[in-house]
């Protein structure tokens, strides 16, 4: 059975407040407080800006050249207001050892509309990448079935209700890794250790997401490198900077 917590890395990333922030606010204690910007985000984007295969686990046998099929997987939530579980599932034929695999994608996106709309506070993904050891199977077609599949279903309105507790965030992570199992189960006899499963969370702790532009986070193993970088967009300060 396929076990996505072998080869896993895992990381909460929480914002810190900016120097500008302490000097608009010298004699506020901003480690009792909510820092004051909290509601001023109007766009976040994370992306997957790299897969690369460092070592595939197959040993090259002439005439063969040790390459391998993998997946790729993503899982996304968030606590935006009626966000559904994002799954996103791709295969790739003929990986070589040192070989970037074709994605430089997004992951989340969210963009302030109205007034009213409330920035995320949560944002939890979890990216696999598995090595197949038969053909590679419809991606399309799993997550068709993975969404219909009534694990999946009940995993996914549980989810819904945990994102709305911020005293249950530590219950999220068990949840995601249920909807992954749901997409092994379907994909079948693949290899029991992903060569690398990345799980990492985005919160508004400590910094309510304060770092304006593009921050990178990369992570690698011996086997693999999965980086993500998230773009935090706030119009009303980037202007004052640049006033």
């Known amino acids: 059975m396929l076990d996505f917590k072998q080869n896993l890395y895992t990381e909460e990333f929480n914002y810190k407040e900016t120097k500008s922030l302490r000097s608009a606010a010298p004699s ?6 909510d820092i004051p910007t909290s509601k001023m985000i109007s766009g976040i984007e994370v992306r997957l800006s790299k897969a690369f295969v460092i070592d595939n686990k197959t040993e090259p046998i ?19 207001a009626d ?19 074709a994605v430089d994608r997004t992951l989340f996106f969210w ?5 009213a709309d409330k920035a995320p506070s949560q ?21 068709a079935e993975a969404k219909n599949d009534d ?15 911020a005293t249950a965030v530590g219950n999220v992570s068990d949840l995601v890794f249920e909807i992954a199992g749901v997409v092994g189960k379907l994909l079948g006899k693949v290899e029991d250790k992903p060569l ?27 086997y693999a490198e999965l980086d993500y970088s998230i773009f935090i967009r706030d119009k009303q300060r980037q202007d004052e900077e640049e006033a």
């Open 111 to 115: 963009k302030k509309e109205k007034a």
């Open 83 to 101: 966000a559904q579980v994002e799954l996103n599932l791709n295969g790739f034929e003929k990986v070589g050892d040192k070989e970037s695999l």
């Open 151 to 165: 694990g999946f279903k009940s995993i996914a309105t549980n989810l819904g209700k945990v994102l709305k507790k």
């Open 196 to 222: 690398l499963t990345r799980f990492q969370s985005f919160t508004d702790i400590a910094g309510n997401f304060n770092q304006l532009g593009k921050t990178d986070h990369p992570f690698s193993n011996k």
């Open 28 to 33: 506020t204690n901003l480690e009792s407080v």
């Open 62 to 80: 002439w005439p063969f050249p040790g390459l391998a099929k993998v997946y790729l997987l993503n899982i996304v939530v968030s606590d935006i």
């Open 123 to 143: 944002i939890h993904i979890m990216t696999s990448l598995i090595k197949s050891k038969k053909g590679l199977r419809d991606a399309a077609a799993i997550i």
